[in-house]
């Protein structure tokens, strides 16, 4: 028992991992970072993400209502059943940068899936002086933009009848994201503020 307790505590001993410090940035969810994490044996823990037409088992946006009971959703008021599909309710997604192709590809989204558009569906910039506007927005970002066609094509697969005001950061600082949150959040009808980015806490 003893030479073995040794041994394994020699091993034990020689792993040393090593750990880089990195930059803090607010991140999309679906971002592919740029950097590993470094294992022993030369793991590599990111990998990146490969671009692909959906097979024809991919989950479609009925799946996903149907499976978590989403098409089953109503509410009673004044004697009437009204259906759980967002009607008469504003969705504000925010995240960081600007999609410049969002409606269009929201559009094909909808097309794709039989889904009718959304009842209006708003885009606005937030500038580095906190300013919104409709007309300009932020500089395009294509790991953001990913990130923005996500968030805004998922929201109207699952609540399609809401409205959808797309609120734009100037940048991925905690600074310009939280105004752009607070904005959101103002927002004239809003029920629901949707965010699916995040960082490290401090």
Same mark, same amino acid.
């Given at each position: 028992?003893?030479?073995?307790?040794?041994?394994?505590?020699?091993?034990?001993a020689?792993?040393?991992?090593?750990?880089e410090?990195?930059?803090?940035?607010?991140?999309?969810?679906?971002?592919?970072?740029?950097?590993?994490?470094?294992y022993?044996? $030369?793991?590599?823990?990111?990998?990146?993400? !490969?671009?692909?037409? *959906? /097979?024809a &088992? %991919?989950?479609?946006? +009925?799946?996903?209502r149907?499976?978590?009971g989403?098409?089953?959703?109503t509410?009673?008021?004044?004697?009437s059943?009204?259906?759980?599909?967002?009607? $008469?309710?504003?969705?504000?997604?925010?995240? !960081?940068?600007?999609? *410049? /192709?969002? &409606? %269009?590809d929201?559009? +094909?989204?909808?097309?794709?899936f039989?889904?009718?558009?959304?009842?209006?569906f708003?885009?606005?910039g937030?500038?580095?002086?906190?300013?919104?506007?409709?007309?300009?927005?932020?500089?395009?970002?294509?790991?953001w933009?990913?990130?923005?066609?996500?968030?805004?094509?998922?929201?109207?697969?699952?609540?399609?009848?809401?409205?959808?005001?797309?609120v734009?950061a100037?940048?991925?600082?905690?600074?310009?994201?939280?105004?752009?949150?607070d904005?959101?959040?103002?927002?004239?009808?809003?029920?629901?503020?949707?965010?699916?980015?995040?960082?490290?806490e401090?």
């Amino acid at each position: 028992v003893g030479p073995s307790r040794t041994k394994s505590k020699s091993r034990r001993a020689s792993f040393q991992p090593q750990v880089e410090q990195l930059e803090e940035k607010a991140l999309p969810a679906v971002f592919t970072p740029t950097y590993s994490v470094l294992y022993p044996h $030369g793991h590599n823990s990111f990998a990146p993400w !490969a671009d692909s037409v *959906p /097979s024809a &088992s %991919a989950l479609t946006p +009925t799946h996903i209502r149907n499976a978590y009971g989403i098409n089953g959703i109503t509410f009673q008021s004044n004697g009437s059943t009204i259906t759980g599909n967002g009607a $008469g309710e504003t969705i504000a997604i925010v995240d !960081a940068y600007d999609d *410049p /192709s969002i &409606s %269009a590809d929201l559009t +094909t989204f909808d097309q794709q899936f039989g889904i009718a558009a959304p009842p209006s569906f708003v885009k606005v910039g937030i500038n580095n002086n906190g300013v919104a506007s409709t007309t300009r927005f932020p500089s395009a970002n294509s790991g953001w933009a990913g990130e923005i066609e996500l968030d805004v094509e998922w929201a109207h697969a699952i609540a399609p009848a809401a409205n959808i005001v797309l609120v734009e950061a100037a940048n991925a600082s905690d600074g310009s994201l939280m105004t752009a949150v607070d904005y959101a959040r103002n927002y004239s009808g809003v029920a629901a503020v949707s965010m699916s980015w995040g960082q490290a806490e401090f």
